[in-house]
């Protein structure tokens, strides 16, 4: 990416990232005159998650900005966006959700993603900010194993949770509309399982 447009690309991501969230806090502050039992975020939780989304998405803007080739920025932008994308479909779920009538395929498909991209927000910075810190490359090429169990054990995470059948977690009156009943599935969210907390720990032993 040329350094003409790095810059532009990484501000935009903030921006977007902001607007992303504060539209899901307000659809959660609409939701508050129909049915304040169903906030999907407290006052203070949404100061904390904004604060984070600012520090994550504008640090990863600086990093990127100047150096376009670390992938360190465009891991923490991405950290960000995810956020805001998080905030705006468990907000839009809800929303539709207080009105008391059917929400519909987009809402919950919007219920669907804020009940797993979590794992995102959990993984990314555990493992993949740890082991490209600080210039965004691997220590040595002896990391690589330790790159391809953190992204393999994202992949199975990720799908285990996604797509796993029955009631979401956060929406229990919402059916998992992705949801997969197959045997095979049990068995990627068990080494998703087993992958994710090793590759976290080797991640923290490259720093040292």
């Known amino acids: 990416m040329s350094t003409r447009a790095a810059p532009w690309l990484a501000w935009s991501l903030v921006t977007l990232s902001v607007v992303l969230f504060v539209?899901?806090?307000?659809?959660?502050?609409?939701?508050?005159?129909?049915?304040?039992?169903?906030?999907?975020?407290?006052?203070?939780?949404?100061?904390?998650?904004?604060?984070?989304?600012?520090?994550f998405s504008v640090v990863g803007a600086i990093i990127a900005s100047r150096q376009p080739r670390n992938a360190i920025g465009w891991l923490f932008c991405g950290v960000g966006l995810v956020m805001?994308?998080?905030?705006?479909?468990?907000?839009?779920?809800?929303?539709?959700?207080?009105?008391?009538?059917d929400p519909g395929s987009l809402a919950e498909t919007a219920a669907w993603f804020a009940s797993w991209s979590w794992?995102?927000?959990?993984?990314?910075?555990?493992?993949?900010?740890?082991?490209?810190?600080?210039?965004?490359?691997?220590?040595?090429?002896?990391?690589?194993?330790?790159?391809?169990?953190?992204?393999?054990?994202?992949?199975?995470?990720?799908?285990g949770t996604a797509l796993n059948p029955g009631p979401l977690e956060d929406f229990p009156r919402i059916m998992n509309p992705y949801g997969v009943d197959s045997p095979m599935l049990d068995a990627v969210g068990i080494a998703g399982v087993i992958l994710v907390?090793?590759?976290?720990?080797?991640?923290?032993?490259?720093?040292?």
Do not use: H, K
Request: aromatic share 10%; with cysteine; net charge neutral.
């Open 23 to 55: 539209g899901g806090i307000a659809l959660d502050q609409m939701t508050r005159s129909t049915a304040p039992e169903r906030l999907y975020y407290g006052p203070v939780d949404a100061v904390i998650l904004l604060t984070s989304v600012l520090t």
């Open 197 to 208: 907390p090793a590759s976290m720990v080797a991640s923290a032993g490259s720093l040292i």
């Open 119 to 159: 794992t995102l927000l959990v993984y990314m910075p555990t493992s993949f900010l740890l082991l490209l810190f600080p210039d965004g490359r691997l220590p040595s090429p002896r990391w690589r194993p330790v790159a391809w169990c953190a992204v393999l054990g994202l992949i199975s995470f990720v799908a």
């Open 84 to 101: 805001g994308i998080n905030s705006l479909t468990g907000g839009y779920a809800e929303y539709r959700l207080s009105g008391g009538s």
